[in-house]
């Protein structure tokens, strides 16, 4: 009955797939590798505490008041500063504060989609993004992927097949391959763009949770010399996700119709959270923040990775995730969805890659999170899910 009252864009409303398994996963006997979110162990809550009332009791006219819709001015000046220091030239003008990149994306899928509009995306990509995209109705074409990121090759072809408006990428750490995009590559995809006149996402929350030092995270904006690059990055990973603070750089005239939309949205993102935020930088605490993070995931990324290679060598192969939260394991031949609920069972819990493939390929893959678990239980884990792969195709 109600469906003849939806919208076009609602019909196309997509549940996210991972959302579902998500809630299989909090039962302490099963060791998770499913989850998609930072551990609340790096959430430095006693200072976010501390920071809460005080912005509260003195700065009550600002933290629990409507705000400026491009954000409090003083982060928006920090965001523009962190972009600065990974080589993006611009200013607090050129930023507007989203609530979590997420809102990024939605906001730049309303201000550019139209019903049948193509959308690039890499194979695998992140599903809060094709969600986005579904969400308007486009259509969607996948470009092949391998460890050096967009395979230059596919995206030309699909680029000069598809016509498409824009393209979607997560160059650094790609949830959910856990891969870092080649800077040859990022330059050959500017070029393609170019050439074929449309414009790229660059969705970039994991940039600064890298693991080892020689890895070239250099956002591709930095080198948008034509503005066809929509740069989105976020606190999400090395703060909080609690405090949904994101953030757009964009081209100006761009940015003021995503401002627009931002207005029908949401007015502004919470002026509490900015706050928090805001005070969070001011006291120049990201720094130290960013590197206690990447240390406490360093370890247990190196956990999983010794341990897959201790049970999985031969007959898998996955991704170094030298940075972010996942790696992404390829067991040939297997079909992944069909052991979750036996994993389950046995005590582990995985997401099996299909979902994220919107060719329908990915059957035998899965995304494996480092983030949630004990080096102990990462251990036990794998070996768990070593026993269910055991008798695997
Ligand atoms: C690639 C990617 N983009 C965007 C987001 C949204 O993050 P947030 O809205 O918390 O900034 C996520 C969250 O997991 C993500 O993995």
Not at 194 to 207: N, T
Request: hydrophobic share 45%; with cysteine; net charge negative.
């Amino acid at each position: 009955m109600i469906e003849r009252f939806l919208s076009v864009d609602a019909r196309n409303f997509r549940p996210s797939a991972i959302r579902a398994f998500a809630k299989l996963i909090n039962d302490p006997n099963i060791i998770s590798f499913a989850g998609g979110v930072p551990n609340p162990e790096t959430f430095p809550a006693e200072a976010i505490a501390e920071i809460a009332g005080r912005v509260v009791r003195e700065r009550r006219a600002v933290a629990l008041q409507y705000g400026p819709t491009r954000g409090l001015p003083r982060l928006c000046d920090f965001i523009a500063q962190i972009c600065r220091g990974r080589g993006i030239a611009c200013g607090a003008d050129d930023v507007l504060t989203t609530t979590g990149s997420q809102q990024a994306l939605d906001l730049i899928a309303h201000t550019l989609l139209d019903p049948g509009d193509v959308v690039l995306v890499e194979l695998p990509t992140y599903i809060g993004g094709t969600s986005s995209f579904f969400g308007r109705s486009a259509r969607l074409a996948g470009v092949a992927q391998d460890d050096g990121g967009i395979v230059i090759d596919s995206l030309a072809e699909v680029a000069a097949r598809e016509k498409p408006k824009l393209l979607y990428t997560i160059p650094n750490f790609q949830n959910p391959s856990g891969r870092l995009m080649a800077q040859g590559r990022r330059d050959a995809v500017l070029e393609i763009a170019a050439r074929h006149d449309f414009l790229v996402i660059e969705d970039d929350p994991y940039g600064e949770l890298l693991y080892v030092d020689d890895a070239d995270t250099t956002p591709m904006k930095s080198r948008d010399r034509e503005s066809r690059v929509i740069y989105s990055g976020s606190f999400s990973k090395v703060l909080s996700p609690g405090l949904r603070c994101g953030w757009i750089v964009a081209a100006g005239a761009l940015l003021e119709c995503f401002e627009i939309a931002k207005q029908a949205a949401d007015l502004c993102s919470g002026m509490l959270d900015q706050s928090i935020v805001d005070e969070f930088c001011a006291r120049g605490e990201l720094p130290a923040q960013i590197t206690k993070v990447r240390a406490f995931y360093r370890g247990k990324r190196a956990t999983m990775l010794d341990a897959l290679a201790q049970h999985f060598t031969g007959r898998a192969h996955w991704t170094p995730a030298d940075g972010g939260l996942f790696t992404f394991m390829t067991i040939p031949g297997a079909d992944t969805a069909s052991r979750v609920s036996e994993s389950v069972a046995k005590g582990v819990a995985y997401i099996p890659g299909a979902p994220f493939f919107v060719d329908g390929s990915g059957a035998d893959t899965m995304r494996l999170t480092f983030a949630k678990e004990s080096d102990e239980r990462i251990r036990e884990g794998v070996a768990r899910l070593a026993a269910v792969w055991s008798a695997a195709a």
